[in-house]
């Protein structure tokens, strides 16, 4: 990404709105967070039918007063980014483009009104702010746990899909269409209510082979709860734990992943570099 | 906090009322929790319309013996405290204050009848006697855990927030109001319900697109109910382990890690130096 | 406990029907396990109308076996334990008692056929046989991390009995009896309801507010389950990390509970006994 | 298991359906799973009243094809097993048969057609295909640790039975048929439903004592859920924390504590012992 040179006005600008360590940045990333929260409410309470035909009118003020910020703020970050492309093609840019498009589109399709809803994606702008504050570090460790969980967790996903499929099938022809077990993948949705264990009581099963079933599907869910917990357990507690592990490399080998109280390579016996600064938690 | 010189008999009382560890003290805690319970079980009886209507003034008679008893309380604790403003202001006199002046409240305002369920807070004051005895340091451990995870909570729930603020909007749009998704604010509550597997069945998908959505909604909330269990159990674990490793290292071999309560070097036999002081923890 | 003496024959069926080491010991757990789980399930059968109608002699009759079998069992148990008293008074002299007795008592008073259902508490003679087994070591382990865990979970049973309490009261101010919250202790069942994530609906929120606080619980369920997983999984970890633990007793202080790479006492700096053979896990 | 010489064209596709590294290998992976879910999905479809209707025709000649498919394969195979016997035997052989036979069956027996849903197992056969790639080593780690943890579930299990069936016979005995707790059974299925949090709501209590038995069989189910995580957390854990270290101590300085892949001493760089037999766990 090549840096394109900026003057000097277009670098405060980006201090401000891109950066997050002046405090004019903090006063703008809250005054931010607040416009995103309260342009989300108003499309939430416009959604009420009683409030929409009583404020109708004055939500949709609102609105385009919302929408217009976020155009300006828009065209501001396009102005004072360095690399103008890199920022519009990035995901955050995405994100803002889709959070104004849809108001302007209603204006030409005005049947369109569903495609309003797109408009709440705005909320997925509270993590750009998110991303610059000090809850970074700890959303990384989350994230790191659930990154390395990803193969095993796939794993587990795919025997969860087989089990459901078995159970949704069983069900499927024990109780069958006569009790709400219309078809195959409504028996299946049945077995995900169940074995995730949320129990909505819309399709139950009245024939005792059939609770038969359900009660082994629940004790198994009830069971296999336990994977994924165990799975991010482990994870989060070794990378919790991992933080003794420096990013030292050997001079001699080049391997990293030593221990913080090693003073010599393990693989090649080479003295290691010391430690002068880790940020560990 | 400057304490105030007490006499002799404000001390005693003192010792008896706040603390734990002469045995009127404690003979002092327990009547206090049996009142406070008995106090709660009255409101709550007397919420039960049959019981209102046969035993209400019987309730009523109780409750302000109740009352009068903790007003007694209420004036002997100020009375004896060193510290008599610190008192009536912290969390604690607060509380005890709150547990009183609903009684009285009512009968100036015969109208706030509803006020009188503030006296259930009075249930609050259960923990100021479970703070002087021995499960504090268990509680300690929870808290302690709970309150180095609070970043981590804090990461996850605004995750949460937006997860269910987006399967709302989806289950809102595909199913909407007739089939009793009324508005966005209704869908999230639905989003809510199933993510966290609490499953009312109040309201529930019945196209197959929703019904499909649904499911992945339950799978995520029965995949990510994992994070905040690693979170706090990988907290706990650390807590839990933490404590019995000292720091000390033998003077003969030089080797650490022995525990807590070990007064010789378990590899050379060796004089451990004593535990003077250590911030574990 | 001072045992009686005993004649040859009382300790070979001491060693059958107490011991689980002699092939006829085993084989007569098995020939236990199978009579319990079979009187369970007659017991269990004659509950359903259809087959009591049906088959309600045979039923009675087959319970009149099983009770005169378990009748025998339990005399000869008594004929032959070196302390009679001990046996009879133990938990499970108590529970092969209450195992005969509700049959002979139903002959005597006709009336309390419901007492009948106590024959039920036979099911818990399973763990009879099952502290013989070799599943024991296991069920240790558990029990260690369950014991070690007690205090933890009073302290978090009391939080949620305060959490439960605190939303019960709210959700009977907002909703009230007008929407199936007709009182305090129904809202309090409601309360443990949400926040266990049990879910029936049967009775539900239909304000606004109501539902708002509704879903604040559930979020707080959905956080809060992760205490009690985090505490017994420290404590099962720490339990099973325990197993190193030797043990070894110093000569010297007699004290155990030493580490395995440990060669002296760490209490009194003797050798320790070398490790011959241990069989951990 | 004796290998039968076999000729190079069968070796070659030997290598292309069983085995996995050959570029064309991996595409017939990936053209299984296709026809796998493919096939799944249409018998699902087929299920579905309207699709069924109006496709059946359709869907009728696809799942020929997809059978003339699997035969074909299941040909090819036994054709190039270098063991044929031992193939036909195996759990994987016994599943690509059951996922081509009930087709076949159908046509000679047109009545069974409720047997058509066996073929639904060829979703079993989505295993085969996993147990070649690279998950497989997630997937150990997981099987490794719900292995250990078998007799811990084992006892689990065992005390969760016998709760159901305390829980179940209490409500029985306090609610009875009345209320829609009909026999034991169908109480043993409500208990079960409460203990694992589902939450039907089909069977619910409604006098005052039933609930207040549910919220307590609630809460001990909420807390219990916290033992099978606990078990498969610490295995996991231990699993994934286990293997790494050996027991090897420096020849030079004597400590102990190097992973498994090191050669040198990470304390004085001196050469370790090499790894001969470590019977880690």
Not at 13 to 27: A, L, M, Q, R
Not at 114 to 138: A, D, G, N, P, Q
């Amino acid at each position: 990404m090549t840096a394109r040179p900026t003057s000097e006005l277009q670098q405060q600008f980006y201090d401000v709105i891109f950066g997050t360590e002046s405090p004019t940045g903090k006063w703008f990333d809250i005054a931010l967070i607040a416009t995103i929260l309260s342009s989300v409410l108003i499309i939430m309470l416009d959604s009420i039918e009683g409030l929409h035909l009583a404020y109708g009118d004055l939500f949709w003020r609102l609105e385009w007063i919302f929408t217009l910020l976020f155009t300006l703020e828009y065209m501001v970050r396009v102005w004072c980014s360095p690399n103008r492309k890199a920022y519009v093609l990035s995901v955050y840019g995405v994100v803002d483009l889709i959070a104004i498009l849809p108001t302007y589109l209603a204006l030409l399709f005005p049947v369109a009104s569903s495609l309003l809803i797109v408009r709440l994606l705005r909320i997925l702008r509270i993590f750009r702010v998110l991303r610059l504050v000090s809850f970074m570090s700890e959303a990384n460790i989350l994230a790191g746990a659930l990154r390395r969980s990803t193969r095993k967790i796939v794993v587990f996903f795919s025997m969860m899909m087989v089990i459901t499929v078995i159970f949704g099938c069983l069900i499927y022809v024990v109780e069958g269409p006569a009790n709400g077990f219309n078809n195959i993948p409504v028996s299946i949705y049945w077995a995900i209510v169940t074995i995730t264990t949320v129990g909505y009581g819309d399709i139950v099963p009245v024939t005792a082979l059939g609770r038969a079933i359900s009660a082994t599907g629940m004790l198994i869910g009830y069971a296999i709860i336990a994977v994924p917990t165990g799975i991010i357990t482990a994870e989060l507690a070794s990378g919790m734990r991992g933080a003794p592990r420096s990013n030292r490399n050997c001079a001699q080998c080049a391997r990293a992943g030593h221990e913080l109280d090693a003073r010599y390579c393990k693989y090649c016996g080479t003295d290691l570099p010391s430690l002068s600064k880790t940020g560990n938690n």
